[in-house]
C-alpha cells in the first residue's frame, strides 16, 4: 500500500510540468495534492474526487494547474502551467492517512 510521486524537476518560469501518483494496493475515492515550501508549512493545493467529475483548487493555482486521474492505471496527475518562483515546494500526493514521499518542483530562470 503506497502512494509514488514523480514528474518534479527543475522549470523557469513560465514552464509546465506534470506530475503524476500512482497508488498502489488500494483504492481511493479522493486525492489531494499538498505542497511544501522550504520553511513553509503544508499548503493544500487540489483535489479529485472518484468518477473526476468534482475537482477543487487552491486560489493560488486556479486556472494554471489542472487535477485529473486515470483509474485504470490507479494514478492522478497535476498538470501544472504557468509555473511561478511561489510554486516552488515538495508537492505530496494524499488521500486519508496514506501520504507519499513527494516530488521537488523548482522554478527557477
Known amino acids: 500500500v503506497q502512494l509514488v510521486e514523480s514528474g518534479g524537476g527543475l522549470v523557469q518560469p513560465g514552464g509546465s510540468l506534470r506530475l503524476s501518483c500512482v497508488a498502489s494496493?488500494?483504492?481511493?475515492?479522493?486525492m489531494d495534492w499538498f505542497r511544501q515550501a522550504p520553511g513553509k508549512g503544508l499548503e493544500w493545493v487540489s483535489r479529485?474526487?472518484?468518477?473526476?467529475?468534482?475537482?477543487s483548487y487552491a486560489e493560488s493555482v486556479k486556472g494554471r494547474f489542472t487535477i485529473s486521474r486515470d483509474n485504470a492505471k490507479n494514478t492522478v496527475y497535476l498538470e501544472m502551467n504557468s509555473l511561478k518562483s511561489e510554486d516552488t515546494a515538495l508537492y505530496y500526493c494524499?488521500?486519508?492517512?496514506?501520504r507519499g514521499q513527494g516530488t521537488q518542483v523548482t522554478v527557477s530562470a
Open positions: 494524499v488521500t486519508g492517512s496514506k
Open positions: 494496493g488500494f483504492t481511493f475515492n479522493y
Open positions: 479529485i474526487y472518484s468518477d473526476g467529475s468534482k475537482t
